[in-house]
Nanobody
Framework: QVQLVESGGGLVQAGGSLRLSCAASGRTFSSYTMGWFRQGPRKEREFVAAIRWSGGRTYYADSVKGRFTISRDNAKNTVYLQMNSLNPEDTAVYYC?????????????????WGQGTQVTVSS
C-alpha cells in the first residue's frame, strides 16, 4: 500500500523559505512521477511542481518557477519542495502526490496516490 507523508509546513514571513518533505513508502517508485499540488482558501487545487523519479526531470508551474525547487533522494525515498521568496499568495495546504508512469503531468486527476497535506502560511 502506497503511503505519502508530508512534513515541513508552517508559518513564515513573506520573503522567507520553507522546505517540504514527502516520505514515500509501499512501492518501488522508479516508475513513478511525483508531484506537489496546493489548495489555498476558496481556491481549486493547483499544480506546483513535478519530478520524474527516474532521471529527475522536473516541471514547474509558472507561478513558482525560479522560486521553488523540487528534488528527490532515492536512498531516503523522499521528495522535497524547497520554497524560497515566499509571498502571501503561496499560502495553501500543500499535497504530495504519486502517479504511475514516466510522463510528467500537471493534472491532479492523473495522480493515483495522495498525502494528507501540510499547511503553509505566509504572513505579509
Amino acid at each position: 500500500q502506497v503511503q505519502l507523508v508530508e512534513s515541513g509546513g508552517g508559518l513564515v514571513q513573506a520573503g522567507g523559505s520553507l522546505r517540504l518533505s514527502c516520505a514515500a513508502s509501499g512501492r518501488t517508485f522508479s516508475s513513478y512521477t511525483m508531484g506537489w499540488f496546493r489548495q489555498g482558501p476558496r481556491k481549486e487545487r493547483e499544480f506546483v511542481a513535478a519530478i520524474r523519479w527516474s532521471g529527475g526531470r522536473t516541471y514547474y508551474a509558472d507561478s513558482v518557477k525560479g522560486r521553488f525547487t523540487i528534488s528527490r533522494d532515492n536512498a531516503k525515498n523522499t521528495v522535497y519542495l524547497q520554497m524560497n521568496s515566499l509571498n502571501p499568495e503561496d499560502t495553501a495546504v500543500y499535497y504530495c502526490a504519486a502517479r504511475y508512469g514516466m510522463s510528467i503531468s500537471s493534472y491532479y486527476y492523473e495522480y493515483d496516490y495522495w498525502g494528507q497535506g501540510t499547511q503553509v502560511t505566509v504572513s505579509s
